[in-house]
C-alpha cells in the first residue's frame, strides 16, 4: 500500500509569555490509503496540535518551525495558504472534539452545511441542498429539513457531530481527521458515533482515517495501526495488534495498564508522576521521570525514532532488549 | 557530515527561537513607550528650575507673541511669559494634581470599599448603591457641577474629581476583599480574637493592594486629562498659575495667529494621559494573560 | 425570567438612580453654595424678585421640604427659571437639545466610520506595524484633550488654510431654516435649502470629528478586542478546516461574530459623546446642550443646573437601559439567566 499521509519530523513550538512551549519535538507518522490509525496520547501529549499542524490550523503564538507533512507526495508545508484552502475539506477534513462550539452560533445549520459543499465541490445552492439533505441523511439525522433550519445551540452534542461529520464527509475527502470526536458526549452517544464512523466506512463514504483518542480502548476497536504519543513525540507505533500483544515503550505497557476494564474502576492503574512540562522539558527521554526502567542513559540522551520489527516503531534506548524489565 | 546536519538542524531552531522571542519582545513595545513618557513627565517635574529657562511668571510685555524660536522653544505668551518654562513648571502641577487625586481616591474608595465588602449587610448595600449611581452619571458633568458649586480653585478641582472616581476603586476593594476574607487565615485571624479594624487593614488590605495600584495607573492618564479640562474651562487653577489646561484657554481668545500659546500646552497634557494610558493598557494585557493562565 | 421582566426592572433601577442624582445635584447646588439665593440672583437682585422665588421654592423652609417642593414643581412640568436666559429651564433645553444631538451624531457616525475598520484592520494585522500604528492612534484617542484638538484644527483648517468654516452651526449672515424638528440638516432639507443643507454639514465636520475622535479610539480597541476573542473561537478553526476561503472565514464567521459587541455598546458610547459635547461645543461656540450646561455651572444658576443635570442622566439612563435591552435580545444566556 501507498503512503497517503507521511509526517515527518515536524515541530510545532508556541510563543508564549511563559516561554517556548515545544508541543511537538519532532512527529513522525504515516497513513496509508485505506487506512485507520489512531493516535493515542494523554492529555497535553500533542495529539490535537499534530491534527491541526497536518491541517495548518496553527494561529499564533503557535507555528510551525519546522519538518514536512507529505500527502500524496506534496509538502503540505511548501504550499501556498490558497492551495492549502483546496486541500481542507476537499482531500483532508477534519471533525473537532465539541461539535458544539465547533459550529458558529449565529448561523443556521444550513447555512453552515452548504457553504461546505458549495466550496468544495462545483454545484449550484439548490444541488447542494439536495447533497445536504441527502448527507443528513447518511449520518442518521431523522428529518434533515428541520435540522437544516435551526442553530447549533438547538441540537444536541450528538445531533451537532452527526452534522459535522456529514459537512466532513460532503467533498469525499481522501483523508478525515477526527480530533476527539467523542470525548465531550455521553458514553451511549459515543457508542452511537463510533457505530456512525463503521458504517460509514463501510459504505466507502470515509476511506482513510487519523482517529485521536486518549482511549486506547477505543483506538483498538477502530483502527489497524496505534501510535502513542507522549510529550510531543510520537514514541511507538506499530499495528494495533503488536500494540496489544508485543508493546515495546514502557510508556505504552504503562497505557495498556491503565485501560479499564468493566468492574474495576476502582482499582484502576494510574501511571505514576505527571505529564512533562514542555516550556522546561526533561533532559534526554521525557519519559525518564516516570519510567521504571529509568538508566542513566535515559536522562542524558535522547532516544531516537527507529523501525525494531517490521513497521514496528518505537523510540526508547531499551526497545530492543527485551531482560530490562 | 551527519554532525554537520545535526549541527545545523538544531540552530536552525534555535535561530528562528530568537526571531520569534524578539517580536515578541517588541510586543510591549508600546508600554516601554509609555514608561519612557512617563519618566521624563516625572524627571521634568522635579528637576524644573533647572530645565526652565526663566521664571514661568516672569511677565516681558516687549516681547510678547513671540514664535518658536532657539531663544524661547516653545514661543512667548500675550504677556511675554516664556511657553517652555510655564510647560516646565506645569508639570508639577499636572503630577502634583494627579498623586494627590489618586491618593484621595484610593482611601476614600479602597476604605469604603474594604467596610462594604467585609461587613456586607445593610452597610455593604447602602454603600453600592451609592456608587451604581455616581457611576450611573457622566462624570464630566458631575465634576464641574461639584467644581462649580465649590467655586474655582486647584483644590477644589482635586475634590470634585475625587469625588466623581471614588466608587470605581470601592467596587474592586470590594469585591477583592469579599474574596480574601473567606480564607482559611483571615477565619483563624478572627478566632484568636483580632479586632475587625485591624483585620481589615493590618491582614486584608495587604492581600489586595496589587490590582489596586494597577487601577490607579490605569486611572492617572484620565484624572490628569479631566483635571486639564476643569482647569480650561476655568474651574480650576487661576491665572497666573501655569497650570497646562488654564494655558490652552488662555491661549484660545489668540488662536487665529499664535498657535503655540495653546498648542504646546495643550501636547503636552496629550503626551502625558497617552504615557499613562499606553502602559495602563499594558498592565491591563498582562493581568489579562495571567487570569487566562 | 423573562424579557418583559427584565426590562421592567431595569426601569425601576433607572427610576431609582434618577431619584439618587436629583438628590445629589440638589445637596450639591444648595448645601455647598453658602447663600443660594444671593449666589443664584446676585447682589442687586429686586426684592420683590427674591419674594417671588423665596414663596415658589420655600427657600426659608426647612431642606426637605424644599426638595419636595422642587419634586412637586417637577411633576408639573416645571423646572424653574433660568436667570441669564429669563427663560424657563424646559424651554431652554428644549431650544437646544438638537443642536446637540446633531452634533453628538455626526460625531457617532465620524466614530464608528473610523473605530470600526481600524480596529479590524488592527486584530487581522495583529502585532504587524499598522496594528502598532492603529493601537497607538487609538489610545491617542482616549488620551486627547478635545479642547486641545479643537482649538488646533481650528487654526490649521480654519485660519490658515481656509477650508473648512469656523465656529457655529452656520456661516454668519444665514438665517437657520424654519424649526420643524431642530436639526438643521432636517430642517434645511425640508425646506428645500440645499445650499444650508451643505453649510451644515460643513459647519459639522470639525466639531464632529473632534468629538468622535476619542469614541474612535474606544470603538477601534473594543473591536480589535471582541474580533481577537472571535477569532480565538473553536468555530473559526472549524470553519476553516472545512475548506473555507479566507474571505469567507472573514466576513461570514468573524465579523458577523465580532461586531455583536460594538455593536451593543453604540449606545454607551453615544451617552459618552453627549457628556463630551461640553468641552467641546465651548471651542466650537455650539448653541447646545453643552455650552448651556457649562454657562449655567459657572453662574450656578441653581435651578438651570438642576434641569440640566436631570435632562443628561434621562439621556444617559435610557442609553444605558437601550444597550441592556439590546444585549438581553442578542445573548440568550442574560435573556434566560
Known amino acids: 500500500m501507498e503512503k497517503l499521509l507521511d509526517v515527518r519530523d515536524l515541530r510545532t513550538y508556541f510563543y508564549t509569555y511563559r516561554g517556548v512551549v515545544k508541543a511537538l519535538n519532532g512527529v513522525y ?102 447533497i445536504a439533505l441527502e448527507l443528513l441523511e447518511a449520518v442518521g439525522l431523522p428529518n434533515p429539513k428541520m435540522i437544516m433550519k435551526r442553530y ?37 452517544i459515543q457508542a452511537q458515533i463510533l457505530d456512525l464512523l463503521n458504517r460509514l466506512m463501510e459504505e466507502g463514504r470515509i476511506s482513510s482515517m487519523l482517529y485521536i483518542t ?10 489497524h495501526r496505534i501510535a502513542v504519543m507522549y510529550g510531543g513525540r510520537v514514541i511507538e507505533f506499530a499495528s494495533t495488534e503488536e500494540i496489544f500483544k508485543e508493546p515495546l515503550h514502557p510508556y505504552t505497557r504503562s497505557l495498556l495498564k491503565a485501560i479499564p476494564r468493566l468492574g474495576y474502576y476502582d482499582e484502576l492503574y494510574t501511571i505514576p508522576g505527571r505529564v512533562p512540562d514542555l516550556v522546561n522539558p526533561p533532559s534526554g527521554c521525557m519519559f525518564h521521570p516516570r519510567c521504571p526502567y529509568m538508566k542513566d542513559v535515559c536522562k542524558k540522551e535522547i532516544p531516537e525514532y527507529v523501525e525494531i520489527d517490521n513497521s514496528h516503531y518505537v523510540a526508547c534506548h531499551f526497545a530492543g532488549v527485551k531482560d530490562v524489565r | 557530515m551527519k554532525i554537520l546536519d545535526k549541527w545545523l538542524m538544531e540552530h536552525k531552531y534555535k535561530i528562528q527561537d530568537v526571531k520569534l522571542m524578539m517580536n515578541m519582545i517588541r510586543e510591549s513595545f508600546l508600554a516601554k513607550l509609555g514608561l519612557t513618557i512617563i519618566t521624563m513627565f516625572i524627571l521634568t517635574a522635579i528637576f524644573a528650575p533647572f530645565i526652565a529657562t526663566q521664571d514661568p511668571l516672569m511677565q ?101 474629581i475625587a469625588i466623581v472616581g471614588w466608587p470605581r476603586y470601592a467596587r474592586l476593594a470590594r469585591a477583592n476583599c469579599m474574596q480574601v476574607k473567606n480564607e482559611l487565615y483571615i477565619e483563624a485571624a478572627r478566632a484568636i480574637g483580632v479586632s475587625n479594624l485591624r483585620l481589615i487593614f493590618s491582614h486584608i488590605f495587604p492581600m489586595i493592594i496589587s490590582p489596586l495600584i494597577v487601577q490607579a495607573t490605569i486611572n492617572l492618564g484620565g484624572v490628569i486629562l479631566l483635571a486639564a479640562g476643569l482647569g480650561f474651562l476655568g474651574l480650576g487653577a487661576q491665572p497666573p498659575t501655569p497650570e497646562w489646561g488654564l494655558m490652552v484657554s488662555e491661549g484660545r481668545r489668540f488662536i487665529s495667529r499664535q498657535w503655540w500659546i495653546s498648542g504646546f500646552p495643550g501636547l503636552a497634557i496629550l503626551l502625558v494621559a497617552l504615557g499613562f494610558n499606553l502602559l495602563g493598557d499594558a498592565l491591563r494585557d498582562i493581568l489579562d494573560v495571567r487570569m487566562r493562565r | 425570567m423573562n424579557i418583559a421582566a427584565y426590562i421592567i426592572r431595569r426601569i425601576i433601577f433607572m427610576l431609582f438612580v434618577l431619584l439618587g442624582v436629583l438628590i445629589i445635584t440638589f445637596i450639591v447646588s444648595h448645601v455647598i453654595p453658602a447663600d443660594p439665593i444671593g449666589a443664584i440672583l446676585g447682589p442687586q437682585a429686586p426684592p420683590e424678585l427674591i419674594e417671588k422665588i423665596n414663596r415658589e421654592w420655600g427657600f426659608d423652609k426647612p431642606l426637605y421640604v424644599q426638595f419636595i417642593l422642587y419634586v412637586k414643581n417637577l411633576m408639573h412640568g416645571n423646572l424653574g427659571k433660568c436667570i441669564r436666559t429669563n427663560n424657563p429651564v424646559l424651554k431652554d433645553i428644549i431650544i437646544r437639545y438638537p443642536a446637540t444631538i446633531e452634533l453628538a451624531t455626526t460625531a457617532l457616525i465620524f466614530s464608528l466610520i473610523i473605530g470600526i475598520p481600524s480596529g479590524i484592520i488592527s486584530a487581522l494585522k495583529r502585532n504587524k506595524l499598522i496594528d502598532h500604528f492603529i493601537r497607538i492612534f487609538s489610545i491617542s484617542g482616549l488620551s486627547m ?46 425646506a428645500g435649502r440645499l445650499d444650508l443643507f451643505i453649510n451644515t454639514l460643513r459647519h459639522l465636520i470639525m466639531p464632529g470629528f473632534v468629538l468622535g475622535f476619542g469614541a474612535a479610539g474606544s ?4 473591536t480589535r478586542a471582541s474580533m481577537l476573542e472571535v477569532m480565538r473561537q473553536e468555530y473559526v478553526k472549524a470553519a476553516r478546516a472545512k475548506g473555507l476561503i479566507e474571505r469567507v472565514v472573514i466576513m461570514r464567521h468573524i465579523l458577523r461574530n465580532a461586531l455583536i459587541t460594538p455593536v451593543t455598546v453604540i449606545g454607551l458610547i453615544y451617552g459618552g459623546l453627549l457628556e463630551g459635547s461640553v468641552l467641546t461645543e465651548t471651542i466650537f461656540a455650539w448653541p447646545g446642550l453643552g455650552r448651556y450646561a457649562t454657562g449655567v455651572f459657572l453662574f450656578l444658576d441653581f435651578q438651570a443646573v438642576m434641569g440640566v443635570t436631570l435632562f443628561i442622566a434621562i439621556i444617559y439612563s435610557f442609553a444605558n437601559l437601550i444597550v441592556d435591552i439590546i444585549y438581553a435580545y442578542i445573548d440568550p444566556r442574560i435573556r434566560y439567566g
Open chain 1, 29 to 130: 507518522l504515516t497513513i496509508k490509503d485505506g487506512e485507520v490509525v489512531g493516535l493515542v496520547g494523554e492529555t497535553g501529549s500533542g495529539k490535537s496540535v499534530t491534527a491541526r499542524s497536518i491541517m495548518r490550523l496553527i494561529d499564533p503564538p503557535g507555528r510551525i518551525v519546522g519538518g514536512n507533512v507529505f500527502f500524496e507526495g506534496r509538502d503540505l508545508l511548501k504550499l501556498s495558504d490558497r492551495e492549502m484552502t483546496k486541500i481542507r475539506g476537499r482531500k483532508i477534513s477534519m471533525i473537532f472534539q465539541e461539535p458544539i462550539i465547533a459550529l458558529n452560533p449565529v448561523l443556521t445549520i444550513r447555512t453552515q452545511i452548504i457553504e461546505t459543499i458549495m466550496a468544495n465541490r462545483d454545484v449550484s445552492v439548490n444541488e447542494a441542498e439536495e
Open chain 3, 145 to 190: 484633550p478635545v479642547f486641545w484638538l479643537g482649538l488646533m484644527l481650528l487654526y490649521v483648517f480654519y485660519f490658515r488654510l481656509g477650508i473648512l468654516p469656523g465656529p457655529g452651526r452656520l456661516d454668519l449672515g444665514l438665517t437657520p431654516p424654519p424649526r420643524v424638528t431642530g436639526l438643521y440638516t432636517i430642517d434645511s432639507l425640508i
Open chain 3, 219 to 222: 470603538i477601534a480597541r473594543l
Open chain 1, 214 to 223: 486518549h482511549d486506547l480502548g477505543v483506538a483498538a476497536e477502530l483502527c
Open chain 2, 60 to 160: 516681558d510685555l516687549t516681547n510678547r507673541f513671540q514664535p518658536p524660536s532657539l531663544e524661547h522653544p516653545f514661543g512667548t505668551d500675550h504677556l511675554g511669559r516664556d511657553i517652555f518654562s510655564r510647560v516646565v513648571y506645569g508639570s508639577r502641577i499636572s503630577l502634583m494634581m494627579g498623586i494627590t487625586v489618586t491618593l484621595i481616591l484610593f482611601t476614600i474608595g479602597t476604605t469604603l470599599g474594604l467596610i462594604a465588602g467585609f461587613f456586607g449587610g445593610a452597610v455593604d448595600e447602602i454603600i453600592m448603591r451609592i456608587t451604581d449611581i455616581i457611576m450611573a452619571f457622566p462624570s464630566l458633568i458631575l465634576a464641574i457641577a461639584v467644581a462649580a458649586a465649590l467655586g474655582p480653585s486647584l483644590l477644589n478641582t482635586m475634590i470634585a
Open chain 1, 152 to 188: 447549533p445551540f438547538e441540537l444536541s452534542g450528538g445531533m451537532a457531530q452527526r452534522v459535522f461529520i456529514a459537512m466532513a464527509i460532503s467533498a469525499n475527502p481522501r483523508l478525515l481527521i477526527a480530533d476527539e470526536p467523542t470525548s465531550s458526549l455521553d458514553v451511549t
